[in-house]
């Protein structure tokens, strides 16, 4: 079984702090982590190795420093990793993203199972699994808590809904994301540490004309969405008391909702 | 001159760091109080290669460091003071031992276990009537044919009583030679004919460390398991104990760590006279110097451990590393209480339990005086 493990690393706190005046991410003085998520992907992804034999391979993109997660993931036992690292991917958006991870994925070649996170802490959205599925045309189940059995070319998994959960069969292969439920992740070995950091490690860096893709492709200039302001949200409480007797409370309430279009 | 950790020194410290938080501090105040020893988080620890950090792999080791070796050893103290007294003693000192003296025979059979974690090792020096005075050992061992036949009592011997235990390095007295009685050093397996494992102690902490007699009624072991030159069998441990000390340095500072964390904590959340006891001045002087103190203690483990890795010299500041720590924790500890008043003397705050642990590490591998000793010897010129 061949399965790629897509892992992003993000700043160590879910209270992700903005410089007011510039409006980017302070990132100084913020330890950074695997995402909590990709940690439980990371953990399906080599469970399922040990039980059924084959290979696990990392994907991430970002900037250099990025190579401590991808060290630790080989800590945990991932047989390689791949980082995606070229200033023409910087800037990029969800789908660029995508598309960036997607030309990778194809250039790995052979694949039964990709494993995303279900959401990055940071970004926040969601879509790079969803995203790259499409790009692959692969089968997607999202929120995944439980991978129930791997038969000859399906997997049988269970995916959290609000209020249940949906037992599903897809072909594979197919792309997961997963959710924290899913499993206890395990900690790194500090023998596989060591050897991550040694120069003959098995974590390749690749660019842009390693995939195969153009400059204006990938990253800013590939962006169909542009950032114009990043900013956090002030929050006033705008309160406002209603005074009279009850039916001319209501009646004012009532005209307020609709005039702020709430109702 | 470079003060960062390289990458693999920063990823052993967050992992035994996350292990730490989430293994091991849960059970903690639980073995402090029942005593029983902690073999499912050996069995972690010992999975995820933390007892075998600085031997080579072929040895079972991760091919590591005695940098990274002791960041992992602080990090674990932090969570548990014993685990981190049970690292020093299969790793830097039993370990080290048979890794550095050892045949290519014995490091096969007794220290790929070791350093894999599945058996624990034990180093038994102190003896009745030798403590500091440890050239005074009356242990002998007399060869009989193909078997060293040993005669003798050891004390407090940390690890031993864990069931895990596989052997205890003992020193004895083999022969006479021109300058007194000859020291050799010896594998002893634990189901040795004759090896005796005396009761444990009644501590006054500690109760997840297997701290035991050992009485030796004609043990015989094999002839082979003469450990290195058989007559520097004294100086041989004199050199791994050289590691010990830097190891019971970053016990302390692990273990003055999580007393400054509990301590910081407590004063931003315990109000008196209407504001957090953080707010007054005597309050955070006294965290200021635990600050200043553990951060002092950690670079001076760190540059020890780092002169052992170049291989050179480093009596001096491993001696320093563990007199300015051992000291410095108990002291930490004794703030960490206070800090948190009649609360702190009470066994369901952790500081309690630390203070009680912290007192030992001026007394195991060599006590303050003996470390005085040294570096005053070292000041004569004399090593
Ligand atoms: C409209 C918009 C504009 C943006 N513009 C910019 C910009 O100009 N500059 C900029 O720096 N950022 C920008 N970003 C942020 C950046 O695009 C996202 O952080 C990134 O695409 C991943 O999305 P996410 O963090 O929401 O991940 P999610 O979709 O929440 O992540 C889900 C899962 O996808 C996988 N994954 C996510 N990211 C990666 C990755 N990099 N490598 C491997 N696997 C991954 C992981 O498994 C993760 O758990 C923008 C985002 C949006 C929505
Ligand atoms: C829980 C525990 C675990 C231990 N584990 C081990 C182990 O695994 N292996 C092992 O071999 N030992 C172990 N020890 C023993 C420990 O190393 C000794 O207790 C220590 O070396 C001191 O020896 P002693 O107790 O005989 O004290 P003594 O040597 O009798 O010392 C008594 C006091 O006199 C002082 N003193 C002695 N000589 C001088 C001098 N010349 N000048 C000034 N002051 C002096 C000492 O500093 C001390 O304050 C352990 C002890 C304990 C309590």
């Known amino acids: ?263 | 001159m470079n003060f960062d950790l390289i990458e693999e020194h920063k990823m052993i410290r967050d992992m035994a760091k996350g292990f730490a938080d989430e293994v091991i501090a849960p059970s903690a105040e639980e073995m402090e109080r029942t005593g029983q020893y902690p073999y499912d988080i050996m069995n972690k620890m010992a999975e995820l290669g933390m007892m075998g950090i600085p031997f080579p792999e072929k040895y079972g080791g991760s091919g590591g460091d005695w940098v990274g070796t002791h960041i992992c050893i602080e990090e674990i103290s932090r969570g548990d003071i014993t685990l981190g007294a049970l690292l020093d003693v299969t790793t830097s000192v039993t370990g080290q031992e048979i890794d550095v003296f050892g045949t290519e025979e014995q490091k096969k059979e007794w220290l790929v276990p070791i350093a894999q974690g599945t058996k624990i090792g034990a180093f038994a020096l102190t003896e009745p009537d030798s403590g500091s005075d440890a050239g005074a050992l009356r242990t002998r061992a007399v060869l009989e044919g193909d078997e060293w036949v040993l005669n003798g009592t050891k004390q407090f011997v940390t690890n031993i009583g864990l069931d895990n235990a596989s052997i205890a390095l003992i020193a004895a007295i083999s022969g006479k030679g021109q300058r007194g009685n000859i020291i050799s050093t010896f594998i002893v397996p634990k189901d040795a004919p004759g090896f005796q494992l005396g009761k444990g102690y009644e501590k006054m902490a500690w109760h997840g460390s297997a701290t035991h007699e050992i009485i030796l009624e004609n043990c015989r072991i094999p002839k082979k398991n003469l450990l290195g030159d058989p007559s520097r069998g004294f100086a041989q441990h004199l050199a791994v104990l050289e590691t010990g000390r830097i190891s019971i340095a970053a016990v302390s500072v692990g273990v003055a760590q999580a007393c400054l964390d509990e301590a910081l904590h407590y004063a931003r959340e315990r109000t008196q006279f209407g504001r957090p006891i953080f707010d007054f001045q005597a309050i955070q002087f006294k965290l200021a110097d635990m600050a200043v103190s553990i951060e002092l203690a950690r670079n001076q483990y760190l540059k020890a451990a780092w002169l052992k890795d170049q291989k050179r010299k480093h009596t001096f500041e491993a001696t320093v590393a563990k007199l300015f720590a051992s000291e410095m924790v108990e002291k930490v500890a004794s703030d960490a209480v206070q800090i948190h008043g009649g609360y702190g003397y009470m066994d369901e705050y952790p500081v309690s339990r630390y203070y009680k642990g912290a007192k030992l590490l001026q007394i195991v591998e060599g006590t303050s005086e003996v470390q005085r000793m040294i570096i005053g010897r070292v000041l004569a010129g004399g090593m």
């Open chain 1, 1 to 263: 079984m061949n399965i790629i493990v897509l892992i992003k690393q993000v700043p160590d706190t879910t209270d992700v702090k903005l410089d007011p005046k510039t409006g980017s991410l302070i990132r100084e003085g913020v330890e950074s982590i695997i995402n909590p998520d990709d940690r439980h992907a990371l953990e399906a992804a080599i469970s399922l190795k040990k039980a059924e034999g084959g290979k696990v391979t990392v994907l991430s993109m970002g900037p250099p420093q990025t190579i401590d997660a991808l060290s630790e993931a080989i800590g945990m036992g991932a047989n390689e990793a791949i980082l995606l690292s070229d200033s023409a991917f910087a800037g990029a958006d969800t789908w660029a993203t995508s598309f960036t991870l997607g030309k990778s994925i194809e250039k790995i070649g052979r694949y039964d199972l990709i494993f995303c996170g279900r959401q990055a802490i940071d970004g926040d959205t969601a879509q790079i699994g969803p995203q790259v599925a499409d790009y692959l045309h692969v089968p997607q189940v999202t929120y995944v808590f439980e991978i129930e059995k791997i038969l000859k070319k399906t997997i049988i998994v269970k995916r959290r809904l609000e209020d249940g959960y949906e037992r599903v069969q897809c072909n594979l292969p197919a792309l997961l994301t997963v959710i924290g439920e899913l499993n206890v992740p395990r900690y790194p070995m500090v023998g596989k540490l060591i050897d991550a950091c040694k120069e003959k490690s098995p974590i390749k860096i690749w660019n842009a004309s390693d995939i195969g893709v153009q400059a204006n492709d990938v990253g800013l200039e590939g962006s169909f969405t542009q950032v114009i302001k990043t900013f956090a949200p002030k929050f006033k409480r705008q309160g406002e008391m209603l005074e009279g007797d009850a039916r001319k409370v209501a009646g004012t309430l009532v005209e307020k909702l609709k005039e702020n279009k709430l109702i």
